[in-house]
C-alpha cells in the first residue's frame, strides 16, 4: 500500500512539473509577417492597407464591447491563451525581387508564421513562392490577378476576388445597363498597365468581351509609371469606344484622367480595377474631373446603411488615422481578420495546423465588413463567396451603384462630357 501511495504522489509531482514548464512555455505572441509597397509609386496605397491590418490586430489583441466581430470579447487569443498577434512589417517597394527577399527574411530570420501581403500581383506571386517552399500560409487579402491561385500552391489563401471575378462583374454591370436602364453599349475599349495585374486584366477582359456580345475597338497595354499618355489617349479617342475596362495602378489613373481630359476624350463611362480605390491621393488629386468613373470594388461606406458594423469599423479607423476607409483598407482589415480567426481555430502556431484551419475556415456575412455572403475558401484557396459591387464617384464621394439592389444612387451613363461640366 505504501508503495501504491509513493507512486500517487511521483504522478502527481510529475504532472504538476509539466504543467509548470507547459505554463512557462505558453506562447505570449504570435508573429505575422506584413509585407506591402511602404515607399514607392505603390507606397501611399500600401501603408494604407498596412493600417487595416493594424486595425485588425488591435480589435484582436485589446478587448471591446459591442463590436459584433470574432474575437473581440476577449484579449488576445483564446484558443492560445489570450496570445497576442505581433506584426513583423517589410517594405517590398513594388519590386517582386524586394518581395521575394522580404518574405524569405520575414520566415527565416523573424520567425513568422504566416505572411499577409502583398498588393501588387507581381508581389504576391514571389512572396508567395517563398511561403509555400517554407510550407508557411500565405493570406493574400487584395492581389487580385487569377493566376495566384491557378499555381496549385497549397499554402496560399485568398479572400477577395481575383480579377475574373471583377472584370466578369464589368460585363454583367454592362449588360444590366442595356437590358435594364436602355443604355446603348456596344464598342469597348481595353486600357492596362504591363505589369502582371495589368496584362491579366486585359487578357481577361477581351474574352469576356467576345462572350458578352461586345466589340473591342481598341486594347491597349502602356509600361506603368510611364508619364506620357497623350499617345494612348489619342488612339482611344479616335477608336471611339462606348465603354472603357481599365487594368490601371492609381499614378496612371490619374494620369489617364488628366490626359483625357487636356486631349477633350469623351467617352459613355470608365470602368476602373484597382488604382480607382485608393480615395485618399485619387479623388483629392483630381477632385470634380475624377466625379462619374466607376470602379469595381468590395466595400463602401455608404453601405453602413444597410449594415452597421461598416460605419463601426470606419469611425475607428478614422479617429486612428484621420481619413475614411477604402475598399484597398477593408481588404487588408478583412484579410489579416480572417487569417487571425484561422489561427485561433488552429489553436497553434504550428504550420500545418493553421493550414488545415484555414482550409476549413468558414466565416458569416455577420462576421465581417463586406457586402459578403461570408468566407469560405475552396480548394485552390480561393474565397467564393467574395463579390463584387460598383461604385461611381459623384461631389468627390463613393457611391454604390450595382448590383441595383445595392445602390445608394442612380448610376449616371454616360458621363458628361468634358464641355458640360
Same mark, same amino acid.
Given at each position: 500500500?505504501?508503495?501504491l ?9 510529475m504532472?504538476c512539473?509539466?504543467?509548470? &514548464?507547459?505554463v ?16 514607392g509609386?505603390l507606397?501611399p496605397a500600401g501603408?494604407d492597407?498596412v ?5 485588425a490586430?488591435?480589435l484582436?489583441n485589446?478587448?471591446f464591447?459591442?463590436?459584433?466581430l ?5 484579449e488576445?487569443?483564446p484558443?492560445l491563451g489570450?496570445a497576442k498577434?505581433k506584426?513583423e512589417v517589410?517594405?517590398h517597394e513594388g ?6 527577399s522580404g518574405?524569405?527574411?520575414?520566415i527565416?530570420?523573424?520567425n513568422?508564421?504566416a505572411?499577409l501581403g502583398?498588393?501588387a500581383?507581381?508581389c504576391?506571386?514571389?512572396?508567395s513562392q517563398a ?10 487579402p487584395?492581389?487580385s490577378?487569377?493566376?495566384l491561385t491557378?499555381r496549385?500552391?497549397?499554402w496560399?489563401?485568398?479572400t477577395?476576388?481575383?480579377?475574373g471575378?471583377?472584370v466578369?462583374a ?9 437590358e435594364k436602364?436602355?443604355k446603348?453599349i456596344e464598342r469597348?475599349?481595353?486600357f492596362?498597365e ?6 491579366d486584366?486585359?487578357?481577361?477582359a477581351?474574352?469576356?468581351a ?6 473591342v ?11 506620357d499618355?497623350s499617345s ?13 475596362v481599365?487594368?490601371t495602378?492609381?499614378s ?6 488628366k490626359?483625357?481630359?487636356d486631349?477633350?476624350?469623351?467617352i459613355?463611362?470608365m470602368?476602373?480595377s484597382?488604382?480607382?480605390?485608393d480615395n485618399?491621393i ?10 462619374y468613373?466607376?470602379?469595381r470594388?468590395?466595400w463602401s461606406?455608404?453601405?453602413a446603411?444597410?449594415?452597421p458594423? &461598416?460605419a463601426?469599423?470606419?469611425?475607428m479607423?478614422k479617429?486612428?488615422y ?5 475598399g484597398n483598407?477593408?481588404r ?5 481578420y480572417?487569417?487571425?480567426v484561422?489561427?485561433n481555430?488552429?489553436?497553434s502556431?504550428?504550420n500545418v ?12 456575412a455577420?462576421?465581417l465588413i ?12 480561393q474565397?467564393f463567396k467574395?463579390?463584387?459591387i460598383?461604385v461611381q464617384?459623384?461631389d468627390m464621394?463613393y457611391?454604390t451603384?450595382?448590383?441595383?439592389e ?9 458621363m458628361p462630357?468634358w464641355s458640360?461640366?
Amino acid at each position: 500500500m505504501k508503495k501504491l501511495y509513493l507512486a500517487m504522489i511521483v504522478i502527481l509531482v510529475m504532472v504538476c512539473f509539466v504543467g509548470f &514548464i507547459s505554463v512557462s512555455y505558453a506562447i505570449e505572441e504570435v508573429k505575422i509577417g506584413v509585407i506591402y509597397p511602404l515607399t514607392g509609386k505603390l507606397g501611399p496605397a500600401g501603408s494604407d492597407m498596412v493600417k487595416g491590418i493594424e486595425l485588425a490586430t488591435e480589435l484582436v489583441n485589446s478587448k471591446f464591447e459591442g463590436i459584433s466581430l470574432p474575437l473581440t470579447e476577449t484579449e488576445g487569443l483564446p484558443n492560445l491563451g489570450g496570445a497576442k498577434i505581433k506584426l513583423e512589417v517589410e517594405d517590398h517597394e513594388g519590386s517582386p525581387e524586394k518581395a521575394l527577399s522580404g518574405a524569405e527574411r520575414l520566415i527565416s530570420q523573424n520567425n513568422v508564421v504566416a505572411l499577409l501581403g502583398a498588393y501588387a500581383s507581381s508581389c504576391s506571386a514571389t512572396a508567395s513562392q517563398a511561403a509555400e517552399r517554407h510550407q508557411i500560409p500565405y493570406m493574400c487579402p487584395a492581389s487580385s490577378s487569377p493566376t495566384l491561385t491557378e499555381r496549385g500552391f497549397k499554402w496560399f489563401f485568398r479572400t477577395s476576388p481575383h480579377d475574373g471575378l471583377f472584370v466578369g462583374a464589368f460585363y454583367k454591370f454592362l449588360d444590366d445597363l442595356k437590358e435594364k436602364k436602355g443604355k446603348n453599349i456596344e464598342r469597348v475599349a481595353i486600357f492596362c498597365e504591363d505589369t502582371l495585374f495589368g496584362a491579366d486584366v486585359a487578357k481577361i477582359a477581351e474574352k469576356y468581351a467576345k462572350e458578352h456580345g461586345y466589340q473591342v475597338v481598341a486594347k491597349i497595354i502602356f509600361p506603368t509609371g510611364t508619364n506620357d499618355l497623350s499617345s494612348e489617349v489619342g488612339k482611344l479617342k479616335a477608336a471611339k469606344p462606348d465603354a472603357m475596362v481599365n487594368g490601371t495602378y492609381v499614378s496612371d489613373q490619374i494620369l489617364l484622367m488628366k490626359t483625357a481630359k487636356d486631349l477633350d476624350f469623351d467617352i459613355g463611362g470608365m470602368l476602373n480595377s484597382s488604382g480607382w480605390i485608393d480615395n485618399s491621393i485619387i479623388l483629392p488629386t483630381l477632385k470634380e474631373d475624377g466625379d462619374y468613373t466607376i470602379s469595381r470594388d468590395v466595400w463602401s461606406l455608404d453601405l453602413a446603411g444597410k449594415k452597421p458594423i &461598416i460605419a463601426t469599423i470606419n469611425k475607428m479607423y478614422k479617429e486612428r488615422y484621420g481619413t475614411d476607409m477604402n475598399g484597398n483598407i477593408a481588404r487588408a482589415f478583412t484579410g489579416a481578420y480572417a487569417l487571425f480567426v484561422g489561427i485561433n481555430n488552429a489553436g497553434s502556431t504550428e504550420n500545418v495546423a493553421i493550414q488545415k484551419a484555414l482550409q476549413n475556415l468558414s466565416m458569416s456575412a455577420d462576421e465581417l465588413i463586406m457586402p459578403w455572403p461570408g468566407i469560405q475558401l475552396d480548394e485552390a484557396g480561393q474565397n467564393f463567396k467574395a463579390i463584387p459591387i460598383m461604385v461611381q464617384v459623384k461631389d468627390m464621394a463613393y457611391h454604390t451603384v450595382w448590383p441595383f439592389e445595392l445602390a445608394s444612387m442612380e448610376v449616371v451613363w454616360p458621363m458628361p462630357n468634358w464641355s458640360e461640366r
